[in-house]
């Protein structure tokens, strides 16, 4: 207030805190914007106060000095101002003034009309037995009963934002017609900065925030509904994910998906259209925006409602639903990506690394008995192996049967002291050690005995080194499940180990596999789905033309990069055509995942491997 210069006016009053009267002039004064006013005052022949000056005999000097509000949001300023002055009375008993108390409050206000006597309608709390609700009510009915109108309805608030989200994907449908229209007029009429997916997107959710529920009233919906089913709760709240656009399906459509057959099973492939690519102008404002570490990171809950900014997304659209396990608050929330159904995280309330340990097997279990219909894994807590977000403490699930789920158990083998649990090795290229069982518990304590020893395991002759340096390199992938009354446990055995012919590391996809993917393999892989980077579709594209027309398959740079690939499985098909390239280059790009996915597999599907893994199983055992 000292800096604003009211300090003196302030003293005045007994409560210093901000009153009407000092914001308005505030927003009234153009001082802030950097300009200098004189003449301001009117004075007579012995310089005594008689008054103001009217606003044309000011004299204004701008640029005077370093403005900390911008002439842009001064002069909107007053045209809102301005508009609220000239607005008439709302209510002819309870508004003091002329000045449209209601006109912008809410997002509602002044936009909801009664049907019966044309008066508008005001936003009310009803309290009942200490609980407070939420309804809209005509004016004319509040301030004079049924004299004017006597069947007005009332209507609860909550009820009005559903209807109206509702109507929205009614109308909207796959196109979005809505928002894009709403997007194009704000990029016209010069309310977005720049008219790019950053900004748009930015300014989409702030409008669908209008629309949204309060967090509450979220949480209170889907605890209402899990007292009756679990799957009721979660359908509700994915919906509502999706109906806000913080799921944004329209882009979700975008993504290429097919399966492939594999000696393992069917395995999923995708390659991921949903992340919008940044256009070069938003990137450099990303460089050159302030540093900021709020929210820490995309899981922090304190994302839930943030406005957002170039480099980090907005999320006014977006919901938590805080739960507890292993008596612990976390949240839980579904990803914007949506990789597969219902795809989920449950997240840390605090910013806090990913660690593999006891615990983790325990708050596994915590939530796949909360939604068993679900179930949720953790990526590995090593770098290379684990997941893109290491900083804050995650699991990933969802509402999906992946193919490294419906792999049988090639071997079965009992440890000692865990003869009552199911245990065997998993066919699947990856190493995977399955546990089952009725009671969680036992899978707990069994599963923190085979994480002990294999973080300390070496084993030279299948090159598994447990640290080199003291830097460590043997870790778990865990994956939860619940399969009719049994629980279920997938720990499969990572190592992040890397040489120089590997730099990248051992256990990785290989070079001659990166032209199609070169990125961590990650929880998702591991069960089986290909998360293929965006570049894929543009690149298979020309790629298929080029084995059309007979093009040279090392004419450009992207070519050149799948050529010996190309090469190779051409040699395999009698005729390659219009009617059958794309089938073939699908079925290619999964084989090659397939392949992958082996190398990620600490112990190969081999003789020798099924041997050393049978050797580490015998060292559990000792």
Known sequence: RCQLGYLKNTLRVKDPAWQTVFVTKVLENPIYTGTMVYNRIAYDETYRKIGKNPRESWRMVPDNHPAIISREDFLNVQLELTRRNSKKKVSQKKTKSALGKYCSKYALSERLVCGECGSMYRRTTWVKKGKKKVVWRCISRLEFGTKYCQHSPTISEEALHQAILQCIQKVVEDKEDILKNLLDYAAEAGI????????????????????????????????????????????????????????????????????????????????????????PKAIAAAKNAKASSYPKCLLCPENEGYAGRVNHPARQNHRIIPITINDTPWGFQYSPYVYYNEHCIVFNSKHTPMKIERNTFIKLFDFVKLFPHYFLGSNADLPIVGGSILSHDHYQGGHYTFAMAKAPI???????????????????????????????????????????????????????????????HNTIT?????????????????????????????????????????????????????????????????????????????????????????????????????????????????????????????YKCTKEGREAFERFVGYVNK
């Not at 440890?415 to 065997?424: F, P, S």
């Not at 032209?515 to 293929?532: C, D, P, R, S, Y």
């Open 478 to 602: 865990p994956i939860a499940r619940k399969v009719g009354d049994m629980f279920e446990l997938d720990l499969t055995l990572r190592n992040n180990i890397t040489t120089e012919e590997h730099p990248l590391g051992v256990y990785h996809p290989h070079a001659e596999y990166h032209h199609i993917k070169k990125e961590n393999i990650g929880l998702i892989e591991v069960m089986g789905l290909a998360v293929l980077p965006a570049r894929l579709k543009g690149e298979m594209a020309e790629l298929k033309d080029a084995i059309l027309t007979g093009k040279d398959l090392r004419s450009t740079k992207t070519l050149e990069s799948h050529a010996d690939w190309a090469e190779g499985f051409m040699k395999k098909y009698d005729k390659i055509d219009e009617t059958n390239i794309d089938g073939i280059i699908n079925e290619e790009i999964g084989l090659v995942f397939n392949e992958v996915l082996k190398c990620a597999g600490v």
């Open 410 to 472: 090639e071997r079965h083998f009992t440890i000692k002291g865990y003869e009552d649990v199911e245990t065997g090795i998993v066919k699947w290229p990856l190493s995977v050690l399955r546990i089952r069982h009725k009671d969680s518990a036992r899978l707990v304590d069994l599963a923190t005995h085979v994480l002990e020893v294999w973080r300390g395991y070496t084993d030279e002759a299948a090159f598994v080194f447990a640290e080199t340096d003291g830097e460590p």
């Open 192 to 279: 977005l900065k720049e008219n790019s997916t950053v900004y748009r997107d930015l300014f989409d959710t702030r409008l669908m925030n209008c629309l949204m529920p309060r967090p509450a009233q979220v949480q209170k919906e889907f605890w209402d509904r899990y007292q009756d089913d679990p799957q009721k709760a979660t359908d509700y709240f994915y919906k509502l994910s999706q109906d806000s656009n913080y799921i944004r399906r329209y882009r979700v459509k975008k993504d290429q998906k097919w399966k492939v057959d594999s000696p393992y099973g069917e395995i999923d492939i995708t390659i991921n259209l949903s992340k919008p690519e940044k256009d």
